[in-house]
């Protein structure tokens, strides 16, 4: 530093203004480029400019310039115009990882037990994975809620107690985000639910579109998505109906409209917010929605409280069944990767 200070530590990044340095004895510290004298460095680097330029090799400073000293010769790049710096080896990590490196995410568990006069069951789970690279991202997720009620009628010799399923769902699905530019990115998806109460043995639906990167902070994010999706829905039969109704399956055709919010609120937590709108090509008027609204309290490094609340809406469920499923549910969060 110019003040005669030494810093030893990792590169994480630069905005042309500051320098972010990971250090052992006080984590990650800003620095302003107007206070650095020099850079040393055994390793190589890769620092990337505005307009796409880039370069890799040891690097030095003159003045307001960064100089890289590369195989083909120096080149000079003025430091307001350096956008990233960083080992050339946990650049080549992160631009070209394999499949198995870099996921982050968390498992989710809650149960509740009840006895006595109330015996009620309730098992929800939960996961969350993303992979995330410098030109592609890759998550997946599945989750799943069982829930039993037990009621004992007393009057008869022997006592009859009767099980009841209150709830029967699981779900999961890819996705895969690929970067055509710093706003925009294309996707495609597959996403898979089954709901025993709705009669409702699997809905399979595949889209792909265009999504825009609204907002892009180390606070908040929000892309908002467009394209189509075509869905399979196979439905089990109610014998119990007057007439009974018989299994049946449809396709269909949709558009595929949604938002996704991420925000940290404050150190510990953080939100997240889901809304998706499928209106159908094939009939006019019928349509399916989700909402999802989640949040993580952090306990410790890996340990957290998590909160989760889902709806599913389908306009035209099968005879005798509501529109609605809600779901919440609450419990520990084990995250991974962090």
């Known amino acids: 530093m110019k003040n005669g200070d030494r810093l030893t530590g990792t590169f994480v990044k630069s905005d042309g203004k500051t320098l972010v340095l990971h250090t052992d004895y006080a984590g990650d510290v800003t620095v302003n480029w107007s206070a650095i004298q020099s850079i040393e460095e055994k390793e190589p680097l890769h620092v990337q400019a505005q307009g796409g330029k880039t370069a890799v090799g040891t690097i030095a400073t003159s003045g307001n310039n960064l100089e890289v000293l590369t195989r083909a010769g120096r080149v000079v790049m003025p430091i307001s115009t350096v956008t990233a710096l960083a080992l050339e080896s946990d650049y080549e990590k992160t631009a070209h990882p394999s499949l198995v490196q870099d996921w982050k995410g968390g498992v989710n568990a809650g149960f509740s037990l009840t006895g006595g006069n109330s015996r009620t069951t309730n098992l929800a789970l939960g996961f969350l994975a993303a992979r995330q690279t410098q030109n592609d991202k890759l998550s997946a997720y599945a989750s799943s809620v069982f829930a039993t009620s037990k009621t004992t009628i007393p009057n008869l010799s022997p006592p009859i107690t009767i099980t009841t399923t209150t709830a029967n769902t699981a779900g999961g699905g890819l996705r895969y985000d690929r970067n055509i530019n710093a ?156």
């Open 183 to 338: 706003k925009w990115f294309g996707f495609g998806a597959g996403d898979f639910f089954s709901d025993a109460l709705q009669l409702l043995n699997l809905r399979s639906a595949f889209s792909g579109g265009l999504g825009y990167h609204a907002i892009q902070s180390d606070r908040t994010t929000l892309d908002l998505l467009g394209g189509l999706n075509y869905t399979h829905e196979s439905y089990a039969g109610d014998k119990t109906l007057t007439p009974p109704t018989l299994p049946f399956t449809r396709n269909r055709a949709a558009l595929t409209l949604g938002q996704e919010l991420m925000h940290k609120l404050g150190q510990s937590t953080v939100l997240n917010e889901r809304l998706y709108f499928y209106p159908d090509f094939n009939h006019a008027g019928d349509f399916r929605g989700t909402f999802d609204f989640a949040s993580v309290t952090k306990i410790n490094k890996h340990l957290g409280w998590q909160n989760s609340f889902s709806d599913v809406y389908v306009s035209n469920p099968p005879p005798g069944r509501q529109r609605n499923d809600v779901i919440l549910t609450t419990g520990l969060n084990v995250s991974f990767g962090q």
